[in-house]
């Protein structure tokens, strides 16, 4: 499909802000909404408020819309479920209400988190979820709120990386981490595949215009333990020798448990990630001046 509208919602952060980005300088129309106005974010929307939702939507008359926006925070969720139910699955029951019989498309990013890491082999899209913890059981029930809707992508994504506003992903607790001279304490074991948020977001841009529906993996296509990856960032950004210690994961400060190691594969596109590494270092120069 030629999406002639793009309305992203959560632009302030990670993979919105660098979607907005790159709709915008691809030519295409887009608007970038927030609870603030931050950078890419130029209008405010709280899904949290229907009669917002519904301004928003009669102004832009999008023809896409992303839902970046969420409270990522699984041990946050865990600890406060009703609040994760209200910020992660209310918030999109809203804008379906909303949208009524619209057939504006809808994607929505969720998690490799929806598995729990026992299958000992890659998962692919048609894999039954088994969600350990509140925040990948609230994804889940997204992920059929929108499969039932229809005319909805759901991108299941992991470990996403790359420059951030708000300086929230991994990379920069690394960089924090190796410029103080700390010990970084990750939990042993766990293990995922990083994913750039530049290619996700190309990526995401392509299956629009390709008009798949449902169920999507993207991520990288290289597995790193929590540890591994923690060294590899600091050796590619050549920063300090960084000194990491594995720990259980209750010891590491988790509270939610998560899955072991899932490794995602994607049946339904053959898009081939970058090596992560490759990306950090050309990245370097811009990461390490934005974790000033």
């Known amino acids: 499909m030629t999406a002639a509208k793009w309305l992203v919602v959560g632009a302030s952060g990670l993979v919105g802000g ?4 790159r709709l915008a300088s691809s030519g295409r129309e887009v608007t970038g909404t927030a609870r603030g106005i931050v ?51 209310e918030t999109v029951q809203n804008l379906v209400a909303a949208l009524a019989e619209s057939k504006a498309k809808i994607v929505f990013y969720s998690t490799d988190h929806v598995f729990d890491g026992s299958k000992g082999a890659e998962y692919v899209e048609s894999d039954a979820v088994n969600p350990p913890s509140v925040y990948a059981r609230h994804k889940c029930a997204v992920e059929e709120i929108l499969l039932a809707r229809g005319r909805s992508l759901v991108l299941r994504t992991a470990w996403v ?21 700390e010990t970084l304490r990750v939990p ?3 293990a995922g595949r990083p994913t750039w948020s530049g290619w996700l977001t190309d990526a995401t841009m392509a299956f629009v215009e390709d008009d798949l529906v449902g169920i999507v993996h993207a991520t990288g296509g290289k597995t790193f333990t929590k540890a591994e990856w923690a060294r590899a960032i600091a050796e590619a950004l050549g920063l300090p020798a960084l000194h990491v210690e594995e720990v259980d994961w209750k010891a ?4 939610a448990p998560r899955p072991v190691s899932v490794e995602l594969r994607s049946e339904r596109h053959a898009r081939v990630h970058p090596d992560p590494l490759d990306v950090l270092r050309a990245e370097a120069e811009a990461l390490l001046k934005s974790a000033q």
Request: hydrophobic share 35%; charged share 30%.
């Open 188 to 190: 042993i074991g766990q």
């Open 18 to 21: 660098e979607l907005t980005r």
């Open 252 to 255: 590491a400060g988790q509270v």
């Open 161 to 181: 990386f790359g420059q951030e506003t708000r300086r929230k992903n991994f990379v920069y607790r690394v960089i924090s981490a190796a410029r103080a001279g």
């Open 39 to 89: 950078r890419e974010a130029t209008r405010v929307l709280d899904l949290g408020d229907r009669a917002e939702i519904e301004r928003t939507l009669h102004h832009v008359r999008p023809d896409v819309i992303v839902i970046a926006s969420a409270w990522p925070h699984v041990d946050g969720c865990e600890a406060d479920p009703e609040r994760s139910h209200r910020e992660n699955v």
